[in-house]
């Protein structure tokens, strides 16, 4: 009786992991957005600060290394789950189909290796440099690294969903087709 139910609850389960990932990508995209938007704004008060009014806001430097990293943490765990990141597939392409997807799947494997190296170091990072604050914006020094975290576990999380769908044959990337 339950090999009967099998068959619907993987794709029950596999949908509700696929729209899971897809909000949480969106949330992401969202960030990364807003802080692309947050950073021109105060660019543009950085230069008019310096030319019109001669004085040069000094906290916009520190303030943008925050924006950057969200933007490049959050912006490559989004890649990986949207598979746009910039991967080399050309050999992988030219192999036979059952060589193609153990490719893949070393891929996969290394990205999830990857993410929870940045997740691991990077929540050590978090945790070390807490205490102190960063100067002229009086934030915690901590806030500088939390992107890597965060974006450490989206890639390991968005990467252990693939692995998820190729291992139940409903992965839609189409350099893994055998």
Not at 35 to 43: D, P, R
Request: proline residues 4%; positive net charge.
């Amino acid at each position: 009786m339950t090999d009967q139910h099998t068959p619907t609850a993987a794709p029950a389960a596999l949908s509700m992991m696929n729209t899971a990932l897809d909000r949480i990508a969106a949330v992401c995209r969202l960030i990364t957005g807003l802080s692309l938007v947050t950073l021109t704004i105060i660019f543009g008060w950085l230069v008019f600060g310096r030319y019109v009014l001669n004085a040069t806001p000094t906290w916009v430097e520190q303030a943008a290394l925050l924006l950057v990293m969200t933007i490049a943490f959050l912006g490559a765990a989004v890649g990986i789950h949207e598979n746009t990141h910039l991967s080399v597939t050309a050999f992988r392409s030219i192999a036979p189909g059952w060589m193609r997807r153990l490719f893949v799947v070393i891929t996969d494997l290394s990205l999830a290796g990857f993410g929870l190296l940045l997740l691991w170091q990077g929540t050590k990072l978090t945790l070390f440099k807490w205490g102190s604050t960063i100067p002229l914006i009086q934030v915690p020094e901590g806030l500088r690294s939390l992107p890597l975290t965060i974006g450490g576990g989206l890639i390991l999380l968005f990467t252990l969903g693939h692995l998820v769908r190729l291992a139940t044959g409903r992965d839609p990337r189409r350099d893994t087709i055998v």
